[in-house]
C-alpha cells in the first residue's frame, strides 16, 4: 500500500513539473514570435513626400477651377444674365430699339434697320399715349361747349335785365370758348393729373406685370415672329414619305391661327421670366423669410424648365429657341441639369 503512495506521488511530481515547463515554454516562444513580426519603420525620403503632396494640392487646386469654370458656364438658373428685354420688366416701360430680336439669327424678312416694331406706348389701366392724347382733345373741346351753355344763359338773362347791354361787350370780356385756349391753367392742371394717374411709374406691380404680358405676347407671339425668323430644320425626306404612306395620303394642310399668338411656349416662357424676375427680386429683399414665397419661386423655375427642354426638342435648337434664350438673357441652368434652390 505504501508502495502504490510513493508511485502515484511520483507520477503526479513529474507530471507537474512537465505542465510548468511546458507553461514556461509557450509563455517564452510567444514573445519571440511578436519581437519577430513587429514591422519595421520603412525608410521615407522627405524629397519623395513632398512631391506627392504638391501633385495631391495640384490637382485639388485644378479640380476646383474645373467645378468653378463648369458653375460659370451653366449660369444662374433663376435670373440668367442681364439682358435690355428683361431689364425692361421692372419699370414696365418700352425696352431699347433692337433689343427685342437677336442680333444673331439672319432675319427672313425684308425690312431695314433694327427690325423693331412700332408700337404706342403702354399707359396704366389698359390704354396707349394716343387714346390719352385723343381724350384730352375731346375732353378741351366739351369743357369748352359746357362753358359756352353756361355763358349763353347768361346772355339771356342779362339782356332781359338790361337790353342795353350787347353780346360785343360779352365777347370783349370773355374769351372764344368755341376754340378753348390748350395752354389755359385748368386744361394744363387736368392734362398733368391725367398724366401722373396713368403713368407706369405710379402703377402697382400687378398693372406692371399685366402690360409685360401683353409686351412678351407682342413680341414673342407666333403671329409676329413667324414674319421675321427662318423655320426650323426639316426633317428627311424619307421620314416624310413614311409618314404619308402611313396616314394614307398627303400631309393634312395646317389649320390658320386665329388672333395672337397667347399659349406657344415661347410667350409661356417669356411670362415665366417676368413673374419669375418679379418674385425673385422680393425674395432678395423683405422677403427672405417669405416660405410660400419660396416655393412658388421653385414652382416657376421648374415649370419654365420644363418648357425649355420641350422647346429644345420640338425646335432641334433651331432659330426660334436661340432668340428666346438671346432676348431674355436665360443660360444653359436655365434648362440643364438639376435646379436646385436653397
Same mark, same amino acid.
Given at each position: ?124 389701366? !389698359? ?29 339771356d338773362y342779362e339782356l332781359d335785365r338790361a337790353s342795353n347791354v350787347s353780346e360785343e361787350a ?65 426633317? !428627311?425626306e424619307s421620314y416624310l414619305a413614311m409618314q404619308a404612306a402611313h396616314q394614307g395620303g398627303a400631309q393634312p394642310e395646317k389649320t ?87
Amino acid at each position: 500500500m505504501e508502495q502504490l503512495l510513493v508511485r502515484f506521488r511520483g507520477i503526479s511530481l513529474r507530471a507537474s513539473q512537465t505542465t510548468c515547463s511546458a507553461c514556461r515554454s509557450l509563455s517564452t516562444s510567444a514573445s519571440r514570435q511578436a519581437t519577430a513580426n513587429k514591422p519595421r519603420r520603412r525608410h521615407v525620403d522627405p524629397y519623395a513626400a513632398a512631391q506627392a503632396r504638391a501633385r495631391k494640392a495640384a490637382n485639388i487646386s485644378r479640380q476646383a477651377e474645373l467645378q468653378k469654370a463648369k458653375v460659370d458656364a451653366l449660369g444662374d438658373p433663376v435670373l440668367g444674365k442681364p439682358s435690355p428685354f428683361v431689364q425692361s420688366f421692372d419699370s414696365a416701360a418700352a425696352p431699347p430699339a433692337g433689343s427685342e430680336r437677336s442680333q444673331n439669327i439672319k432675319r427672313t424678312d425684308t425690312e431695314s434697320g433694327s427690325g423693331s416694331r412700332s408700337e404706342p406706348e403702354q399707359l396704366n389701366f !389698359s390704354i396707349t399715349s394716343s387714346e390719352l392724347e385723343s381724350a384730352l382733345d375731346r375732353s378741351l373741346v366739351w369743357s369748352g361747349q359746357r362753358l359756352r351753355n353756361v355763358r349763353e344763359e347768361s346772355i339771356d338773362y342779362e339782356l332781359d335785365r338790361a337790353s342795353n347791354v350787347s353780346e360785343e361787350a360779352f365777347d370783349k370780356v370773355e374769351p372764344d370758348l368755341l376754340n378753348p385756349d390748350p395752354k389755359s391753367a385748368s386744361h394744363s392742371t387736368a392734362t398733368e393729373a391725367l398724366r401722373r394717374i396713368t403713368a407706369l411709374s405710379n402703377a402697382s406691380s400687378k398693372d406692371r406685370l399685366n402690360v409685360n404680358i401683353k409686351r412678351c405676347v407682342s413680341t414673342f407671339g407666333r403671329h409676329n415672329t413667324d414674319n421675321h425668323l427662318p423655320t426650323k430644320p426639316q426633317p !428627311s425626306e424619307s421620314y416624310l414619305a413614311m409618314q404619308a404612306a402611313h396616314q394614307g395620303g398627303a400631309q393634312p394642310e395646317k389649320t390658320p391661327r386665329a388672333g395672337p399668338d397667347t399659349g406657344s411656349s415661347e410667350v409661356q416662357i417669356a411670362i415665366l421670366t417676368a413673374r419669375i424676375r418679379t418674385l425673385a427680386q422680393f425674395m432678395d429683399g423683405r422677403g427672405r423669410m417669405d416660405k410660400m414665397n419660396k416655393r412658388n419661386l421653385r414652382v416657376l423655375v421648374h415649370r419654365r424648365q420644363k418648357l425649355l427642354k420641350y422647346l429644345q426638342r420640338k425646335e432641334r435648337g433651331g432659330p426660334r429657341f436661340r432668340n428666346v434664350v438671346e432676348v431674355l438673357g436665360l443660360t444653359p441652368g436655365a434648362w440643364e441639369g438639376e435646379i436646385s434652390l436653397r
